[in-house]
């Protein structure tokens, strides 16, 4: 008997901690979707409302006509653009240093990697400059090339541990049917890494669309992406909460879903970038 | 060419010409900014009135040293370190454990709880000024409802830094333990059940085994997070904008500050390779542990 009690002890406990995570994560992101549907009379309350009676979507409709375009594009153009960048280059490297092995190739893995160690902010003065010289303020393409060069050592990282878990046969014999080193990366390893490639390029893509310090500098008007749009709502206008929260949710949502859709090889994709040193 | 010549053309250059145009880039992007960066430092140059740089050696680096708001900055940002660093590595190594455990919905679990670390850092600073917000916030509300004194959670000089450490707990959490998930599922099975035969306790297996195996992994996220935590900005400009007056601002955010709000570009760069070597000394510190360990 006693046993019985201490399984029904233990997941009693279990489920507790369950439902404090679940309530610690999920409440934050309910409260700013809730003041996304409330109305401008009730995000002012005092106390606040925990559950809005009227639910309307005029906050959405003002965000949807003024705020949302071209933000929306110019994030997932800058996403998708960096992280096709980082994962072409990503991937040949990667390659390089699963496969080769040559005098030097820890010191350029060690090289590769350090570059994480960079603080934005020491890059960014000089890199402003520079775009200001070729015009390229406030044009995407400034924006995607520095994003590409911050995703890139993650890339090469992630990729090349899931490289490495591959045998090499495959490739060998590929290699005597005549097929050429990066033919064997584009037909083979990739195919078959391509949880891995995914799971790298989601990452990019949402670290791409988070990303607000180099957006901030680097954008003004054209194209401006959803973090510093977000950020410029609160200013112009004093805080219209329910705009912010309708926006702010929908610049949440795509990471959310991506998030969801990769969960199987989250922590396995982490691993490669933090572990296998 | 003799063949054994040709294999040797073949591994030197082959991959080099895979690495190439990886590292061209990154040098592109990494190396040639910060010697430009470099060479701003030594100069003085107030953008936007049309004057150019003018050359004054070491004085920004003379004048960083003495800067009390530089100083301030550090504190703060060593603050933050300190504080949501252990908090952070205590909960997210508990969570860690947590969800190696079986039970029903753990996969669930685990996926909801990985959702804080992959959202915009922006939208996070709103939401949690939403929470925040005084009077009209739901965490006032409840501390007033039991009683407790109301905090001002962004407009206080004591209480702000703590807003953003908490924001910073609840996103960054998740990333801890999930690091810790991944080393605790590459732990060797044999030393524990060795363990459970000679009849140690949960604890002595935990505090015996475990521990020291995750030592490579401890150091690995302290070293992640402790970057990460210099870099913080974006939670600062949307909570606090580094106030009240300058209680909130770490070193990048002054950074920021000096070189894109007065526009000093010579002295921000002075104080974003200051900053840089302190990185490289805390980072070789910390390398030098983990392959102590080695």
């Known amino acids: 008997m006693a046993k019985k009690n201490v399984g029904i002890v233990r997941k009693v406990v279990l489920y507790f901690i ?9 409440f934050p992101l309910y409260w700013i979707t809730l003041t996304s549907f409330k109305s401008e009379a009730e ?20 965000v949807y006509r003024n705020y949302l375009f071209p933000a929306f594009y110019n994030g997932i153009i800058v996403a998708v653009g960096s992280t096709i960048i980082s994962i072409v280059l990503g991937s040949l490297a990667a390659y390089a240093l699963a496969r080769y092995d040559f005098k030097g190739k820890d010191n350029v893995a060690f090289w590769i990697l350090s570059t994480r160690m960079l603080l934005p902010v020491a890059v960014i003065i000089p890199f402003f400059m520079f775009m200001r010289q070729l015009r390229l303020i406030d ?54 890494c391509a949880p891995g490639v995914l799971v790298t390029a989601i990452f990019c893509f949402i670290f791409s669309w988070n990303e607000f310090l180099f957006a901030l500098i680097l954008t003004q008007r054209a194209a401006i992406t959803m973090p510093v749009q977000l950020s410029k709502l609160h200013q112009t206008r004093g ?23 990769i969960q199987r090889y989250l922590v396995r994709g982490l691993s490669f970038g933090a572990l296998k040193e | 060419m003799d063949y054994p010549r040709r294999i040797f053309f073949a591994r030197r250059i082959v991959p080099l010409c895979f690495l190439l145009p990886c590292i061209i880039y ?45 100083l301030e900055s550090l504190l703060h940002t060593l603050h933050i370190l300190v504080v949501s660093l252990g908090v952070e590595l205590l909960l997210g190594l508990a969570i860690a454990m947590f969800l190696m455990e079986e039970f029903r919905g753990r996969k669930i679990t685990r996926a909801i709880t990985t959702i804080p670390m992959m959202l915009v850092p922006i939208g996070v600073g709103y939401m949690w000024r939403l929470l925040f ?19 001002q959670w962004l407009s206080s000089v004591k209480m702000a830094i703590w807003s953003i450490i908490i924001v910073d707990i609840w996103q960054w959490t998740p990333f801890v333990a999930m690091l810790f998930l991944a080393g605790l599922q590459s732990l060797p099975k044999e030393p524990f059940e060795a363990a459970t035969i000679d009849g140690a306790s949960r604890f002595q297996s935990f505090s015996q085994i475990t521990l020291p195996l995750m030592k490579p992994v401890l150091l690995v996220v302290i070293s992640i997070r402790i970057i990460d935590i210099f870099k913080v900005f974006d939670t600062i400009y949307v909570l606090t904008g580094g106030g009240p007056g300058s209680a909130t601002e770490t070193c990048s955010y002054y950074a920021y500050v000096i070189g894109f709000k007065t526009f000093q570009v010579g002295y921000a760069a002075s104080i974003s390779y200051l900053l840089l070597i302190l990185i490289i000394i805390l980072s070789t510190v910390l390398i030098s542990l983990l392959t102590k360990e080695r």
């Open chain 1, 18 to 26: 369950v439902i404090v995570l679940i309530i610690w994560v999920t």
């Open chain 2, 26 to 70: 990154l040098i592109a992007m990494t190396i040639y900014p910060l010697i430009y960066s470099l060479y701003l430092s030594f100069h003085t140059w107030q953008l936007g009135l049309g004057a150019r740089e003018i050359f004054v050696g070491i004085n920004n680096y003379k004048r960083a040293f003495y800067d009390a708001r530089l």
């Open chain 1, 139 to 192: 044009n995407l393409l400034s924006l995607v090339l520095i994003h590409a060069a911050f995703n890139l050592p993650f890339s090469v990282w992630i990729l090349r541990g899931y490289f490495l878990e591959i045998p090499k046969e495959m490739e060998e014999s590929a290699m005597v049917d005549g097929c050429s080193g990066v033919g064997v990366l584009a037909r083979i390893l990739m195919p078959i």
């Open chain 1, 43 to 62: 995000w002012k309350k005092v106390p606040p409302v925990y559950i809005t009676t009227h639910p309307n979507l005029k906050s959405y409709e003002i």
């Open chain 1, 239 to 261: 805080p219209l909460w329910g705009q912010i929260g309708a926006l702010g949710v929908l610049a949440i949502v795509p990471a959310l879903i991506l998030t969801l859709l």
């Open chain 2, 133 to 151: 917000h005084e009077f009209a916030g739901p965490i006032d509300h409840i501390l007033v409802s039991l009683g407790l004194p109301r905090v």
